[in-house]
């Protein structure tokens, strides 16, 4: 519990889609068994805010590049989900990005990340969906909605066929 009149801590979480094979695929990370926080679970590349982060994309960013390499210029920020509480109390923001081809020259922290996975984000294999987080599912289940959402629209819509030679049809 924390003192009275403090300050949520800030953290936040780097959702990255990626443009797969077969399919929207997402970043995730498995933490090593040796840290405090969350060790052995499958969550998303993030953590608390550093105080010369601008905003919680920064934060996810930053995070994102000292856990798996990742380059921040290699993606593109979509936006941010809702902020959520984790079990520890901290104020999680999901940053929502994408890359059809993120780019990783530095070093994952052996430290802190045991694996990275690159999984479609539908139909995760069932081991790897038994070591989520309640928040990583969450979050998870909410793009996959958005996405699901967007499809759906994008395949109502119906474009005119325009006049083909300049002569209406």
């Known amino acids: 519990p924390g003192k009275r009149g403090a300050t949520a801590r800030e953290a936040a979480v780097l959702v990255l889609l990626i443009d797969g094979p077969d399919g929207v695929q997402v970043l995730l990370t498995e933490r090593a ?3 405090r926080s969350y060790p052995g679970q499958v969550t998303f590349p993030g953590g608390k805010k550093d105080p010369t982060d601008a905003d919680p994309t920064a934060t996810a960013l930053r995070e994102a590049q000292e856990e798996v390499g990742l380059d921040a210029d290699s ?11 984790d079990s520890k109390g901290s104020t999680v923001t999901p940053v929502l ?10 070093q994952v922290s052996a430290a802190e990340v045991a694996k990275v996975h690159q999984v479609a984000i539908r139909g995760l294999s069932a081991s790897l969906a038994s070591q989520l987080g309640t928040m990583t599912a969450e979050i998870l289940e909410s793009v996959v909605a958005l996405l699901d959402t967007a499809t759906a629209k994008a395949s109502s819509y119906v474009h005119p066929d325009p006049p083909r030679n300049g002569q209406p049809e």
């Open 33 to 35: 068994s040796g840290l």
């Open 75 to 85: 993606v593109h920020i979509l936006g941010s989900l809702p902020t959520t509480v």
């Open 97 to 106: 990005a994408w890359s059809a081809r993120p780019d990783f020259p530095g």
